[in-house]
């Protein structure tokens, strides 16, 4: 044993311990380095949350406009089958007139679609607006079966109503005139008088988000007779 080992045996230990505490402070994390990775963690996981609730609101909003895209489809499709379907309905077989009230905010026509018969049979079509008290319109649907133009009591048949479109501003139809030689539309039509049908009609109006919509339904009866 050296000399300086027996006359410094603690000074060499405490060395010894000096640098095993040194290498367990090296093998540890600083407070910095805590820091900076929950900062990062905290960093992912918004980024994380914010892409699953964007990708969650994308499909929320796609779902209702495909909700929203489907209800239109089924509603102009209702209504073309009622206005392509629009029959020159005489009173009698000597009657010149067609029975055929359009105005601006309504129609009324026989069309040979019956809806609660199945898309069989004659039918009395009542279409019109109704606003309420805070002026939004709705779009309603009015089919009465049997036919009965006469306004005796007792000759009114089965009447079913249906809303088919809420929500609406400034509700107007029109009624495309088949004599004139341009696009010519009219906001009266009346088969009395004119004896004979339009050769379309037209719905147009402002929607919830304020975009203008129009419809233009053919009337088959006027366009093959051309």
Do not use: C
Not at 139 to 146: I, S, W
Not at 153 to 160: I, K, R
């Amino acid at each position: 044993m050296s000399l300086g080992r027996l006359l410094f045996p603690f000074t060499a230990q405490n060395h010894g311990g000096r640098r095993h505490r040194s290498k367990a402070a090296a093998s540890g994390f600083t407070l910095i380095e805590v820091v900076l990775a929950l900062t990062i963690f905290a960093l992912m996981g918004g980024i994380l949350y914010g892409a699953f609730s964007l990708g969650h609101s994308a499909v929320e909003k796609s779902e209702a406009n495909s909700t929203r895209n489907q209800k239109q489809r089924a509603i102009t499709e209702l209504l073309g089958n009622y206005i392509r379907s629009t029959f020159p309905y005489k009173e009698s077989a000597q009657d010149q007139t067609v029975f055929f009230t359009g105005e601006s905010d309504s129609v009324t026509f026989v069309s040979a679609y019956s809806q609660a018969m199945g898309g069989r049979g004659m039918a009395k079509i009542h279409l019109s607006k109704e606003e309420d008290s805070d002026h939004r319109m709705s779009l309603k649907v009015e089919e009465t079966a049997p036919v009965r133009i006469s306004a005796e009591v007792g000759a009114t048949g089965q009447s079913h109503g249906l809303l088919l479109q809420a929500d609406m501003r400034e509700v107007r139809f029109a009624y495309l005139d088949p004599q004139a030689e341009d696009e010519k539309w009219e906001d009266r039509w009346d088969g009395a008088e004119r004896r004979m049908l339009p050769r379309a009609v037209g719905i147009s109006f402002l929607n919830a988000n304020g975009e203008a919509v129009r419809w233009i339904f053919p009337v088959m009866m006027t366009v093959l007779a051309q």
